[in-house]
């Protein structure tokens, strides 16, 4: 994985002492809050619920064995011993103080880490394929291109005051497990007929309460002007996008109030220009960057496990990915204990994680979107004594794209922005289906809970979705159906009137009961769905 | 009732005007009446508070009820972590948010 150069190093280093100042004129009483305010968020910290809460930026979600250590030993000595895994593959920590953030950020610079550019109107943290450099269908590792964007995008000094956030996902597989299009700009790194590798762009997609999928604007740009292509994205974004309401300020409004067509023709326009000045970085940055992220030195070994323990070859099936070499799978460790708070692991957890990872998979962990954590490059040989001492933290649960595997925002229990909430839903419903043992024989079924209209916990991507509301001081949920984050993205369909607590989680097994009753062979919730509509699920709900 | 509430400027934790100081427990708030904006801009100017606001409560035998459920969640903590509560030991006090 990428290694901080002295300049990478030296610029967070800088920011480091330039925070622990500003936190500290703040605590003098030199600045006020409206003054301080941007200057926090711009490190990452902002002030919740309880206290004040520190997003930091996991790049594409990899991280190193000793970083994981760090991000636990941060959970015991600033916060309360435990972190949250969030739906952009960053950490959250939710107990912050604000006079030991200086020394919380110099921590995480020790280990190449920081929390820059996690909040404001600004290029977010890029996010990629969870299973990138390792997966089996995928065409190139996604990840120099995204370390390459990540290096453009940070402190860019054109970008730093958007119109609105601004999030960026890459993958290279046909396979989306970055949501792809459902980002501000979504990157797939492809092959053209020549053979030649480049990129296909995704422009003005997103969820928040008005959700799009990004239509493609270009099918193919050459690898080195990639980054060229991007600033030209941003630019227009960046000259047209509204700042007068924050509500219709993202670039998905601009690309479908512009038309697509129209936007297309500006960013070629610009596209144009900039190539004629000659700003693109050189093919030998990304050549630069490719040994970062070479291939561990895999050995061959056997291909297949004994399978006779059913609870081994359970978590096999559900929570292993098909690795490019095949002596080694991705093995998923699930932060979805049954009953348990989605994405949040202790800092005991983190510490075994990173032990796991330094035994078995080349000392490297990757965050998924989804809330879990996967080991990338296991050895098929050692999956029984990975799983085994997973099993025996409580980790070992096996619900990869199940319907316990559910994505779920902090909600009204943590943060301030959220009118209801959406954990209490998530324990309920994954020992719903536990105890039913309908689990398994609803297959796969991704099920993504928001406590508000910001939509953190991507309901609108759900195969079904729930969406938190204030009803007149009270939590009311609606419950939509048909939505999908992954290649065959939908947005999904809000079945009617909305629920209370217990009533959204009877919907959600009136609804499956349906599917269970109408599928056809093979079929996925989601199929089935689209197959059949909405009418017997609204009539199921509903008459 | 007109309660004020806010976070302290240094550890961020939740706090309830008094009458004479803030407290980390709702109970102790009191009725600021007309005087809410007179109050927080003082205390904030002198950095004992961070960003105060004025909530509607009620009072009765059991303590001060803020009237948002927000609020409640606020004045005790994640109804997902007992133990991160103010009253660790008494799950059951988790009731009173809903």
Redesign the interface.
Known sequence: MYKYDNYDQQMVDTRVEEFRDQAKR??E?KIT?DQFKPLRLMNGLY?Q????MLRVAIPYGTLNGAQMHALADIADKYD?GYGHFTTRQNIQYN?????EAGDLLADLAKVEMHAIQTSGNCIRNISSDHFAGAARDELVDPRPYAELLRQWSSFHPEFMYLPRKFKIAVIAAETDRAAMRLHDIGIQIVKNDSGEIGASFYVGGGMGRTPMIAPQIRDFVPLDQLVTYAEACLRVYNRYGRRDNKYKARIKILVHEMGAEEYTRQVEEEFAHMLGQGVEPPLAEIERLRPYFADPAFVDGPKTCDHSDPDFALWVDRNTNAHKHDSYVSAVISLKPVGG?PGDATAEQMHLMADLAKEYSFDELRVMHTQNIVLPHVAISDLHALWTKLEAAGLGSPNLDTIEDIIACPG???C?L?NA?S??LA?KISERFAASGKTGELGQLKLKISGCINACGHHHAGHIGILGVDKK???NYQLSLGGSEAEDVALAKITGRGFDEAGVINAVETVTDVYLGAREDGERFLDTYRRIGMTPFKEALYD | MKILTG?D??????VWWDGAGWSLHVNDAVDVGDDADTIAASE?AA?RV??PYAIEATRDDNGVRP????DR??AL?????PD?TLKPTQPEALDWI?
Not at chain 1, 95 to 99: D, G, S, T
């Open positions: 703040r605590l009483g809050e002030l619920l309880h206290a004040y309360r107990w912050i103080k604000l006079e708070i009204l229990d943590y301030s959220a909430r954990i209490p324990q001081g009270v939590e | 976070n400027l240094k550890s961020g934790a939740v904030e950095r961070n960003v009237a948002h459920i927000k969640v606020r903590g994640p109804t997902v972590r991160l809903v």
